[in-house]
């Protein structure tokens, strides 16, 4: 299903990561069919149309830090703590910080991100809202919301628009939804 959600996000003119299906050989021992995905990276952008720009997200370095810390922590409630002690963080942070250009455009993009995440900014000030609606429309549709936990979210900062576009990624297939069991 996750090949699907990408060529749709694609269709729709989102940004879409590369998903292919690969066998994986190791030293000569086959090990099946393997997804392979592209990671957050100026050539994703390329592929799609879009000019160059910071790739952004909530840092879940707290989440992970503190998960492995403590072996039987209750997920739910770290998510939530997590949540609140977190901050607007970039991929390719050395070739960002090192091009005054990227530094710059990372900088808005926090102040985006941030913003929103603080309810300092609204929705509209911080994001592109079309490309925002198709994403999650189109995530509610495949039944694909992991995709859209605050430490599984992406943005793209549009240095045109000086606003954020969602990156789709982690499109797990979650339960069915409650509707749909009580229907069938």
């Known amino acids: 299903n996750e090949l699907i959600l990408h060529r749709m996000f694609d269709e729709e003119g989102l940004p879409a990561i590369k998903y292919i299906f690969a066998p994986l050989i190791v030293n000569g021992e086959y090990f099946g069919i393997y997804a392979l995905e592209q990671h957050f990276e100026k050539i994703l952008l390329e592929a799609n149309n879009f000019k160059e720009g910071p790739i952004v997200k909530l840092s879940e370095e707290n989440f992970w830090s503190r998960r492995a810390q403590v072996?039987?922590?209750?997920?739910?409630?770290?998510?939530?703590?997590?949540?609140?002690?977190?901050?607007?963080?970039?991929?390719?942070?050395?070739?960002?910080?090192?091009?005054?250009?990227?530094?710059?455009?990372?900088?808005?993009?926090?102040?985006?991100?941030?913003?929103?995440?603080?309810e300092k900014l609204n929705t509209s000030e911080a994001f592109e809202l079309i490309s925002l609606a198709k994403y999650f429309a189109i995530s509610d549709l495949m039944n694909m919301s992991h995709g859209s936990y605050w430490q599984n979210m992406r943005f793209y900062f549009d240095p045109v628009l000086t606003k954020l576009i969602p990156i789709g990624f982690d499109g797990y297939h979650g339960e069915e939804q409650s509707e749909l069991k009580e229907l069938s």
Request: proline content about 2%.
């Open 71 to 118: 072996k039987d922590i209750d997920t739910k409630l770290l998510n939530k703590v997590s949540y609140y002690q977190t901050e607007a963080d970039v991929f390719k942070k050395n070739k960002t910080i090192n091009n005054p250009i990227l530094l710059k455009q990372f900088k808005n993009a926090a102040q985006l991100l941030n913003g929103f995440y603080e």
